[in-house]
């Protein structure tokens, strides 16, 4: 995008204020600042400072490279591979090769047959642990380099949407006003509380509270297993972000000090469970909770046996909220501010880059134009709600499928089904855009009859998704048993004509997902052949020709 989105700005102080200078705020601002907007970005603390939401996807990792060829803004490409950010950011993160899910029972070491990794295939990007604060102080500098004016350790005390301007003012009477107000600023939004936004307990399906921290001496989960060789997954477990798994709950590990080349001792460590079954205890701490807690399960206990917390634990409540509209006149509620689920599956960053693709375009032509009406902004409200919705059904199944492996097995799936056509999704879009320069292809890959679902122009998926949650939210009520659930899921995967095949989600047996040459030739050759016809663009335009064979060869798809 060339055109500046710039308009006469009167006796505004700026065009756009942000709220909120974490990564989700910073990329937003420095994408405007690049098209000619005045920005200013506020922040109530200082960078760098402590933040969670550490572990990518190659979802995340598009959502990135669409953001840096469409607005312009090449640091962004930084993020999307381990090597260029260790070059450009520094060597404080860690490297993501799989995701790593582990069932445990108390009392019980854990069943090598209740074990899944997924380690989806990419040429070239690569997922990695982020150290926040480094990431994201690099995205704030990044901000300002392209132009924005930035009020660090600001606190807003009150706003004001009027019909013309918007302004915002710290306790000391500090004001600065604007022609639109973007809050990023996470669940305490000011703007959520001033217009009374949010929704009720009742909105959301999935319930957990979290306490997390980072430690230095955490044992990798290798280390400390009783399994055979035969057991182990292609990648060690400690290579990946690890999901410890019980009823209802689950403990996260996500080293920085994975890399040989890191310099970072840090290890990211989180405990999320349903505040139903596991009350937060009086007179407690965060630690004492976390050491007693982990207690039930003997190798996650082995785990952080002489791990030592480095930084005050932050522990919540019910984690859970959302929005009635995150979107209103000259004002919008972003990312964390407009809802929050729970950080399994490593969506928030992933969902923050999906959102500024949808709404930067739509707020540099009201800027042009001088035009707030919300109903340019409607789509994005839209995307907001259709990502928190599905995102809910989705970790809510998977919580109550914790109880029992085969349902656990089968729900995942569902999850891991997405995952490769989702990234050969943004592959052929960015293709396309690269191919005709023309931003246009962007805004048609809005065009889709389910907004925020994780493959939302696939309709055979979204039947497997709400069985799914048609069989999970059975278990949850006592009508259904678990394990009944997940046969019958698995029978919906196995027999659904949109879940791709190839790389073994139809195979209930195929513990570990490491896609191979073998494994992706398969799955080129049934989007080419046999997928329904709304999954056949994810192939690749042109077939490959076989070097000396004389004959048509099928290209092997493996996602950039």
Not at 91 to 106: D, I, R
Not at 117 to 122: C, D, G, L, R, T
Not at 478 to 502: C, D, F, N, T, Y
């Amino acid at each position: 995008m060339s055109e500046t989105g710039t308009a006469p700005t009167g006796l505004h102080d700026y065009d756009v204020i942000i709220l909120g200078a974490a990564s989700a705020g910073s990329t937003l601002g420095a994408i405007l600042a690049n098209h000619g907007t005045r920005v200013l970005l506020i922040d109530a603390a200082v960078h760098p400072k402590f933040a969670v939401g550490e572990s990518t996807t190659l979802y995340t990792l598009k959502g990135y490279r669409q953001l840096a060829e469409r607005y312009g803004i090449p640091e962004l490409e930084y993020l999307t591979s381990y090597e260029s950010g260790l070059e450009n950011i520094g060597p404080t993160s860690g490297v993501k090769k799989h995701f790593g899910f582990m069932l445990h029972k108390e009392g019980e070491e854990p069943d090598p047959l209740e074990v899944n990794q997924f380690s989806p295939p990419s040429k070239a990007l690569q997922t990695g642990h982020l150290f926040r604060q480094d990431t994201d102080a690099f995205l704030f500098h990044t901000a300002i380099k392209y132009g924005c004016s930035v009020r660090q350790g600001f606190r807003v005390a009150d706003i004001e949407l009027g019909e013309d301007e918007v302004a915002v003012s710290d306790a000391r009477g500090e004001r600065f006003t604007a022609r639109y107000l973007v809050d990023g600023s996470g669940f305490r939004s000011p703007v959520a509380d001033k217009l009374g936004l949010r929704e009720g307990p009742d909105a959301l399906k999935h319930h957990s509270r979290s306490m997390f921290t980072h430690m230095i001496g955490v044992k990798p989960t290798d280390d400390v297993l009783r399994m055979e060789p035969e057991d182990l997954p292609p990648i060690p477990w400690v290579e990946g972000t690890m999901h410890h798994m019980f009823e209802r709950g689950w403990i996260w590990s996500i080293p920085f000090n994975n890399e040989p080349r890191s310099k970072n001792p840090l290890v990211s460590v989180g405990l999320t469970f349903d505040e139903r079954l596991y009350p937060k205890p009086e007179g407690v701490t965060p630690e004492e909770e976390f050491r007693q807690f982990i207690k039930r399960f003997p190798a996650v206990e082995r785990i952080f046996a002489d791990a030592v917390t480095v930084r005050p634990w932050t522990s919540t409540g019910r984690l859970q909220y959302t929005s009635k509209e995150t979107v209103g006149h000259r004002w919008c509620l972003m990312s964390h501010a407009a809802g929050f689920l729970d950080p399994l599956y490593s969506r928030g960053l992933t969902n923050t880059t999906e959102l500024i693709n949808a709404f930067a375009w739509r707020l540099l032509d009201a800027l042009r134009e001088d035009d707030f009406d919300v109903a340019r902004f409607r789509y994005v409200d839209t995307l907001q709600k259709g990502l928190i919705k599905y995102n809910d059904a989705l970790v809510n199944a998977s919580f109550i499928g914790f109880s029992d492996y085969e349902l656990w097995n089968a729900v995942y799936r569902v999850w891991a089904a997405a995952e490769v056509p989702i990234n050969l999704r943004f592959d052929r879009y960015i293709e396309r855009y690269r191919a005709t320069g023309d931003d246009q292809v962007f805004k048609d890959m809005e065009d889709v009859e389910f907004p925020g679902l994780l493959l939302p122009d696939q309709p055979e998926y979204k039947a497997v998704f709400d069985e799914m949650v048609v069989l999970c939210d059975a278990v949850d009520r006592g009508e259904l048993p678990a394990a009944v659930a997940g046969r019958k899921l698995m029978a919906a995967i196995e027999a659904s004509p949109g879940i791709m095949r190839g790389i073994g989600v139809e195979d209930r047996n195929r513990r570990f997902m490491f896609p191979g040459i073998p494994e992706l030739k398969a799955m080129s050759a049934w989007l080419l052949d046999e997928a329904p016809e709304e999954m056949r663009y994810l192939a690749p335009t042109e077939p490959a020709v076989g070097a000396g064979t004389g004959t048509a060869v099928r290209e092997v798809i493996i996602p950039e």
